[in-house]
């Protein structure tokens, strides 16, 4: 047994999740992964690393889910719950996943793909045998996908060794313990959620409670029922639970604040935390939000410290057991408080692109995971200046690539070009916008192209604004200068 799961067994009888109102022990997660385990190996005795994609919302059942594929030796797949139908097709193709697991509410949604893998609905799973096989630590556990700057999403492939050393160095830094009870609101297939909140609960046998739906009414209320003292999210939810906070009366007002006050740790991260945010956030709960920084590629990296201060616009000092440079262009580091690109090492640093050994090869230098993002650093302390490419976008904290978006949109036989880029946005980080340029006779946008788009893009990745162009701005080279993209966005 991997020791996350090896772990439950000495909590046994203690809460583990609350989810869907009933309240799980950690027993009932070995004996529920166990089924699922069972099911997997059908008298096998290892999946021997087959990847095995899942499907479902997160609750009791997504974690059986993933334990489950882990007991039976196999590599987690998770989904994103809000992809259409060709982005799931295009993991289970390039994953070749043996067994696609999925809940009741998922089946007719995925009933395509019941062409390419072996269907297993959830709720059917019932009996368990329970010899189950050793796991290397050295073994892959998790394939998580990605967008970045060159070709379609790449599944980023994590052993259990990585895993490990991931959850080991928050539950050190954050301070972690079993008295712990924090409220999950991100989806389950990012680092953030499976990682930062779930699995660093489980780790430290304290108790995860699931919201699948953000709701910042829903929130407040858990907040107020005093059952919660652990809180992690990405800027854009503080920054609309502000909102929903301002638009309360006094009274409710000072009733969540006081809850808010009583929180042990609450922590920001998968993007730009604005100053305003964690101003505002301090006023109303008294808690000053612990920015951290991480990546899909590597867990978390740089983290604010727990005790100590944390100053606004950083990202505080490099986590115990990771070295971290910054690197010119040119690829030597540079002077204390002069940019460069943040180059990580560590344990926690995944293995490889799924399948992508010239990529895999591309992404690190003498061992040095390069993680694209630029920084200065200053006495130990980092802070971020933004990323060395206009075409990943931040938003919500989803990462998006603007060429996938762009590859998709001119497939519509109206365009003739487009280019997508992001704007700053108070709310989202950025939002994604998009310049056309319509085939010629076009003169607008026919009515039938948003709906269009809308159908092959998950509602984070649409672009929330369009201008229709001539041309797109073009350097002397014809090349498209995005960042005056960006501006002409920005004039309107
Ligand atoms: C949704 N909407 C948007 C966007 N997304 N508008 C602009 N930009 C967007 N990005 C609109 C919808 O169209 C809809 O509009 C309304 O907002 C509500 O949509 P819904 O899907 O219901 O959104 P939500 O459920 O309220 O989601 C907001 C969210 C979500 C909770 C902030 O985006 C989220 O969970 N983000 C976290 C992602 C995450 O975990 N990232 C970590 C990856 P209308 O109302 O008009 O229909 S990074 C990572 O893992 C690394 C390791 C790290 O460092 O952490
Ligand atoms: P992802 O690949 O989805 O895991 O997103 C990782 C990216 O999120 C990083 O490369 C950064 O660009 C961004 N990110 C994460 N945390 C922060 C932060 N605290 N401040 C700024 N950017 C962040």
Request: glycine share 8%; aromatic share 10%; net charge neutral.
């Amino acid at each position: 047994m991997v020791e996350l799961i090896l772990r439950a067994t000495e909590y046994s009888k203690r809460e583990a999740i609350l989810s869907n109102g009933n309240v799980y022990s950690y027993a009932d997660l070995l004996h529920r992964s166990a089924q699922i385990a069972s099911k997997l190996l059908n008298g096998a005795t290892d999946l021997e690393g087959n990847r095995i994609a899942f499907i479902v919302d997160p609750s009791f059942e997504y974690v059986a889910t993933q334990w489950g594929i882990w007991r039976a030796g196999g590599v987690a797949v998770p989904l994103c719950t809000k992809h259409p139908l060709a982005s799931l097709e295009y993991v289970i193709d390039d994953t070749q996943a043996q067994a696609l697991i999925y809940s009741k509410n998922y089946a007719s949604f995925i009933e395509p793909l019941l062409t390419k893998t072996k269907g297993i609905d959830q709720a059917t799973i019932q009996n368990s045998q329970g010899v189950f096989p050793e796991i290397d630590l050295q073994s892959n556990a998790m394939i998580l996908y990605t967008s970045g700057t060159t070709g379609k999403p790449k599944g980023v492939v994590t052993t259990h060794q990585n895993i490990q050393a991931q959850i080991i160095m928050l539950v050190d830094a954050w301070g972690w313990s079993s008295e712990d009870k924090i409220l999950n609101v991100l989806p389950l297939h990012h680092v953030h959620g499976i990682i930062n909140v779930v699995s660093c609960a489980l780790w430290s046998g304290a108790s995860c409670r699931f919201q699948p739906k953000f709701d910042e009414a829903e929130i407040f209320s858990v907040f107020q029922s005093g059952s919660i003292n652990l809180f992690m999210a990405v800027p854009t939810i503080y920054y609309k639970l502000i909102n929903y906070w301002k638009a309360q009366p006094q009274q409710a007002q000072e009733k969540i604040s006081n809850a808010l006050n009583q929180f042990r740790l609450m922590v920001s991260g998968s993007a730009a935390l604005p100053i305003s945010t964690l101003e505002e956030w301090r006023t109303i709960s008294g808690q000053t939000l612990l920015e951290r920084y991480g990546m899909t590629e590597m867990g978390m990296a740089i983290s604010n410290p727990y005790k100590g201060e944390r100053v606004p616009g950083s990202i505080g000092f490099p986590l115990k057991g990771m070295q971290v440079r910054l690197v010119n262009e040119e690829g030597a580091l540079v002077e204390s408080g002069a940019p460069g690109e943040i180059q990580v090492q560590g344990p926690n640093v995944f293995k490889e692109y799924w399948e992508k050994p010239e990529a895999t090869k591309d992404a690190f230098v003498k061992g040095w995971f390069k993680t694209g993002d630029i920084a200065i650093q200053s006495e130990g302390r980092y802070r971020i200046l933004g990323r060395n490419s206009v075409d990943i976008i931040k938003s919500g904290g989803h990462k998006i690539s603007a060429l996938e978006i762009e590859e998709i949109i001119r497939k519509n036989p109206i365009i003739k070009d487009c280019g997508v880029v992001g704007i700053p946005d108070q709310e989202w980080g950025e939002i994604v916008v998009a310049g056309l340029v319509l085939d010629q006779g076009i003169k607008s946008l026919p009515e039938t192209f948003e709906p269009w788009l809308k159908e092959l893009l998950p509602n984070f990745q649409w672009p929330r604004r369009y201008l229709l162009l001539d041309d797109l701005p073009r350097n002397v080279m014809g090349k498209v200068t995005k960042k005056e993209l960006q501006k002409q966005f920005q004039s309107i």
